[in-house]
């Protein structure tokens, strides 16, 4: 094993493959609208997806989210493109 690399056993699928949703604002009463795909996280701060889940242009009220599991819950997290 090459030093500094992450061991295979710290990855977890049911924690670092996250599903897409297209969610309201919370503005707007936030709820799931559509399914578009997963993405999986690298790190604790990269999450790659496949554009083809993301290519799709939304109305304004609406936004890309990955859903993320926190405290026994879930919550909605604004997936954002680079500008």
Same mark, same amino acid.
């Given at each position: ?26 503005? /707007?009463?936030? %709820? ?8 999986? &996280? #690298? ?22 989210? /990955?859903?993320? %599991? ?8 604004? &997936? #954002?493109?680079?500008?």
């Amino acid at each position: 094993m090459t030093i500094g690399m992450l061991r295979p056993d710290r990855y977890r699928v049911d924690r670092d493959i996250l599903p897409i949703f297209a969610v309201t604002l919370p503005e /707007a009463g936030q %709820r799931l609208i559509s399914f578009h795909g997963t993405g999986f &996280l #690298i790190g604790k701060q990269v999450f790659v997806s496949r554009w083809h889940c993301l290519d799709k242009s939304l109305p304004n009220e609406q936004f890309y989210a /990955a859903l993320v %599991r926190i405290n026994g819950g879930y919550r909605a997290v604004a &997936l #954002i493109e680079p500008g």
